[in-house]
């Protein structure tokens, strides 16, 4: 069974087509108006094994907010949708990341329970032209939509650039981890027998 969704979203603000396979050979095609968030969502699929592809126009004449929030919204549409009934999933995963001086920790359970924690401070307002925090909205907008529990801690670093690709790389290892198919697993991951 394929695990893949597609996701159209069109306001005022932003025209979104966004398609994830989660069994993917970490392939991207990023065409986002924000190249920083385009550079952090390449790692994210790289890393995680999975392909994805975003074609976005947003407002991003008047900043990256709406573009980088909406994108954070489909990316966890998608990856629920994807997930279906979750049916033997790891639930969990748990990945440490290096870049150079920065190390960041991911952590998620695909509860559906939407929760969302985030630890450390960028000692940079902006990566280029890229609000730094506009990190956190996006990672919560996908916590959120995903219906995940997502725990993100930035233990250290000095380089703004090196904090939050060690988070992106994080994440996609981390969810690579909670959404691979256990043979050990029996229907679904939950004593509840729902998730």
């Known amino acids: 069974m394929e695990r893949t969704a597609k996701i159209l979203r069109k306001t005022n603000e932003t025209d979104i087509t966004l398609s994830l396979a989660i069994d993917g050979e970490g392939k991207s095609?990023?065409?986002?108006?924000?190249?920083?968030?385009?550079h952090m969502l390449d790692l994210f699929t790289k890393h995680g094994h999975f392909n994805l592809e975003v074609l976005?126009?947003?407002?991003?004449?008047?900043?990256?907010h709406h573009t980088t929030e909406d994108i954070g919204i489909c990316l966890g549409q998608a990856l629920r949708e994807a997930l279906g009934d979750k049916k033997g999933i790891k639930r969990y995963g748990n990945a440490f990341v290096p870049m150079?001086?920065?190390l960041a920790q991911v952590v998620v359970d695909l509860s559906n329970r939407p929760h969302f924690e985030m630890k450390g401070e960028f000692p940079g307002e902006k990566v280029g032209t890229f609000d730094t925090e506009l990190v956190h909205e996006f990672l919560w907008k996908l916590a959120l939509e995903a219906r995940m529990n997502l725990h993100v801690i930035v233990h250290y670093g000095r380089n703004t650039?090196?904090?939050i690709e060690a988070v992106f790389k994080a994440l996609g290892r981390a969810l690579d981890e909670a959404t691979m198919i256990d043979p050990r697993v029996k229907g679904i991951?939950?004593?509840?027998g729902m998730l």
């Open 56 to 64: 976005a126009k947003g407002d991003i004449e008047i900043d990256d």
């Open 29 to 38: 095609n990023l065409e986002t108006g924000v190249p920083f968030l385009s």
């Open 100 to 102: 150079d001086e920065a």
């Open 161 to 163: 650039h090196h904090m």
């Open 189 to 192: 991951p939950s004593t509840k």
